[in-house]
């Protein structure tokens, strides 16, 4: 059996850059953040009406993918020996790389086989690392130590719902699921206490059914406790109960992604933007023209890499081949910038 702690999945971007899987990246975009997943014959155990790894997902073994790609399961051993031998050459072809993401499943033995893994990337290899946990398997705050010790120095969080109701209704008793929200929120704040602020982050998936002044509450409720956010675009995987939900309208995710920034990083407040009576942002009572010539507001977000810069940049992970970028994996350019310009007062 291929499973953790030997084994992981690994994302189809990961495996090219590291040469396991061939392709180029469209626009040359470089991948700073090798995303592993711990793995199990018996796969995750959690029912989250939007997540490929589902139990309840109605697809095949061989169909199954996660936030539309493959996830081919590797080594972790080949893993660390292939990034180490390319890091060793003359021209470093992996430069880029800074960070490696370990993620937990909803899986009895996913936080132990975690930190193994973990440990193993903490010794043999400069990068550095981040671990995306699975709150459920987390029972207190000694455990959030654990995973410290064994060598993650950030900690993310897939709240992904912005309101308690929308939690329950796609992870919790609405899907037979086992996730609670106010014990992903405890366990954030365990988080918070063994790793610090800014050093704990919090996933959000925008198209749920929230509202967009809903969403920037819970961005602001994460900030006001030290824990940034970082988005995702719903994408409706085949064979989950949502796969013929629509992703989000662009006008939306613009407004959201740009309201996020300013709450993390511009010390704006919710209070100070203005929403309609559905909810929708029309006005954030300040020039956003700079910020759009700007760029970064509408870049991946993620944890960083040693320079300071964003690591996690998981190219191309919330698109459709063919249509525009939500979230930029490398710097934008004018035309870029001016398609969010047209894009970010569209109200459907």
């Not at 702690?5 to 090219?16: D, G, I, L, N």
């Not at 993620?103 to 193993?120: F, Q």
């Not at 961005?219 to 989000?248: I, N, R, T, W």
């Amino acid at each position: 059996m291929k499973q953790s702690p030997e084994y992981v999945q690994t994302s189809t971007a990961a495996a090219m850059t590291l040469g396991f899987l061939p392709g180029q990246f469209f626009r040359g975009a470089k991948l700073g953040c090798i995303n592993l997943l711990v793995t199990y014959s018996d796969g995750c155990r959690a029912r989250c009406s939007y997540c490929g790894l589902s139990s309840s997902r109605n697809v095949a073994d061989d169909d199954r993918t996660f936030i539309r790609v493959d996830w081919p399961v590797l080594k972790v051993n080949d893993i660390i020996t292939q990034y180490n031998e390319l890091g060793q050459r003359e021209k470093n072809p992996i430069a880029h790389v800074q960070r490696v993401c370990v993620s937990m499943i909803t899986h009895p033995n996913a936080l132990d086989d975690m930190n193994t893994i973990i440990s193993r990337f903490a010794s043999q290899t400069d990068l550095l690392i981040s671990a995306l946990i699975g709150p459920t398997m987390i029972r207190s705050e000694q455990a959030m130590a654990t995973i410290k010790e064994a060598g993650a120095d950030t900690i993310g969080i897939a709240i992904d719902c912005a309101t308690p109701k929308i939690f329950d209704k796609h992870r919790g008793r609405g899907v037979k699921g086992p996730h609670t929200w106010e014990h992903y929120w405890r366990v954030l704040e365990w988080s918070l206490a063994v790793f610090g602020s800014d050093n704990v982050t919090i996933h959000m998936v925008v198209g749920l059914g929230e509202t967009e002044q809903q969403f920037l509450t819970t961005v602001q409720k994460a900030h006001d406790l030290g824990a940034p956010s970082h988005l995702f675009s719903f994408y409706p995987e085949c064979g989950s109960s949502l796969a013929g939900l629509k992703q989000p309208e662009y006008g939306t995710y613009r407004r959201l992604q740009l309201g996020t920034w300013l709450i993390n990083y511009k010390e704006k407040r919710i209070d100070s933007f203005t929403f309609n009576d559905q909810g929708q942002l029309i006005d954030f009572n300040m020039d956003i023209k700079p910020l759009i010539a700007d760029g970064r507001p509408f870049m991946t977000s993620g944890c960083p890499g040693r320079d300071g810069g964003v690591a996690c940049n998981r190219p191309f992970g919330n698109e459709r081949p063919g249509r525009p970028l939500r979230n930029y994996p490398f710097t934008l350019d004018e035309g870029d910038k001016a398609d969010i310009g047209e894009q970010i007062w569209e109200h459907n």
